[in-house]
Every structure is written in structure tokens, then in C-alpha cells.
């Protein structure tokens, strides 16, 4: 589910208007922090593309669960990023969309959901992106999300500040057996697996 604000149309215009192709130059992203049950250990790492349209965050220990071998907190796993993204002179950008793997184990009765959001430090608008799965599910899933134009959320021209990235996982036993376990990972069996983050440019 997408939220649309009009705040993103209104700062949209303030900034010009239409988004414009990346720069030449290559935009660099540091992580700052990681912090969540998710991504322990600086468990998550983060790639920019070699065409500055997206970047990848890659994933080895994400995995939500309820079942007679999950402790009390294993249903619900989340990681949250600060990001601190270095632009090329004379452009701005906004997180367009992003792409979502994982896989996926639910017994009949057990149902989950993914919900990802990122705001920039400081800035009360947030884009949320929610999913929702149900049992009986035993496969990989992905889903791929667009923010329309007139809701981009820009970073203030010569501004800078943390892209706060926050990404949960939550199984829920519902009626299933409390004998069987269900779960939602965002990895895979070779213990890496990567969200895609799309970024809009435009030019200050």
C-alpha cells in the first residue's frame, strides 16, 4: 500500500518539476548505522548501481518466525539503516520505488506482512509500503513498488541529510498449530539476497 502526500507534489514543484536523468557523476552512500533484529552485527550491506538509477541493499540474516522453536520476539525481525548519501554538485534526488525478495513459509491459518518505509532525517513525511501474506504459502515472493511523480519526496537542494531506510518482517500463528512453524525471510539459501532501492533525480 502507497500513501500519497501532497507534500511530495508541493516540494516537487518548489524544485522544478520533472525529474531528470542521473548525473554522470556516481553517487556514494555510507551506512552510518544499522540497528534492528534483522541485521545484526552489520549483517546488511548497501551497493550503489554503476548507472546512479538504484541501490541494493543485501541481506544475510532476516528472518521473522513463530513456531516451537522461536523465541518470544522472533516474530517480528526489522532493520533500520542511516544512510548518508553524497550526491553529484547541482542535483537531488527522492526514492522512487523499491523491489522486495524474500521467501516464504506459512502453514494454513498463519498469515504475515512486509512493510518498508524511508524518510530523510528530520522530515515528517514518511512513505510506507506494506504487503500482506497468507497461508498455506511455501515459495519465493517479490513484489515491486512505484511512488508516482507528483509524490516523490526530494531531498532539499544543498542539503544534507540521513536517508533513513527501515525495513520489518511480522509472522503471525493465527489459527494454524502451534506445532509447525511458519516464516518470512528476506534471504535466501545462499544467505544473500537484495532489496533494490530506485532513486529519481533532479536537477537543483
Not at 51 to 66: G, K, L, P
Not at 87 to 106: E, I, K, M
Not at 144 to 157: N, Q
Request: glycine share 8%; charged share 15%; with cysteine.
Amino acid at each position: 500500500m502507497l500513501s500519497t502526500i501532497t507534500a511530495g507534489a508541493l516540494l516537487l514543484s518548489t524544485l522544478g518539476g520533472t525529474p531528470a536523468p542521473p548525473p554522470l557523476d556516481k553517487m556514494v552512500i555510507d551506512v552510518v548505522a544499522t540497528n534492528g533484529s534483522g541485521c545484526p552485527d552489520k549483517t546488511a550491506k548497501v551497493q550503489v548501481s554503476p548507472d546512479n538509477t538504484a541501490f541494493t541493499v543485501t541481506y544475510s540474516d532476516f528472518v521473522a518466525q513463530v513456531g516451537p522453536d522461536a523465541g518470544p520476539t522472533d516474530f517480528r525481525k526489522n532493520c533500520q539503516m542511516a544512510l548518508n548519501v553524497h550526491v553529484p554538485q547541482g542535483y537531488t534526488y527522492a526514492v522512487a520505488g523499491a523491489d522486495y525478495r524474500g521467501f516464504g513459509h506459512l502453514e494454513a491459518g498463519a498469515t504475515g506482512s512486509e512493510t518498508a518505509f524511508y524518510y530523510f532525517q528530520g522530515e515528517s513525511h514518511t512513505t510506507r509500503i506494506r504487503h500482506d501474506f497468507k497461508g498455506w504459502m511455501d515459495t519465493d515472493w517479490q513484489h515491486t513498488d512505484r511512488v508516482e511523480v507528483g509524490s516523490l519526496s526530494f531531498l532539499p537542494c544543498g542539503e544534507q541529510r540521513y536517508l533513513n531506510v527501515n525495513t520489518e518482517l511480522r509472522v503471525n500463528a493465527g489459527t494454524s498449530s502451534r506445532k509447525t512453524t511458519s516464516f518470512l525471510t528476506m534471504d535466501s539459501t545462499d544467505a544473500s539476497l537484495q532489496t533494490v532501492y530506485h532513486v529519481s533525480w533532479l536537477k537543483c
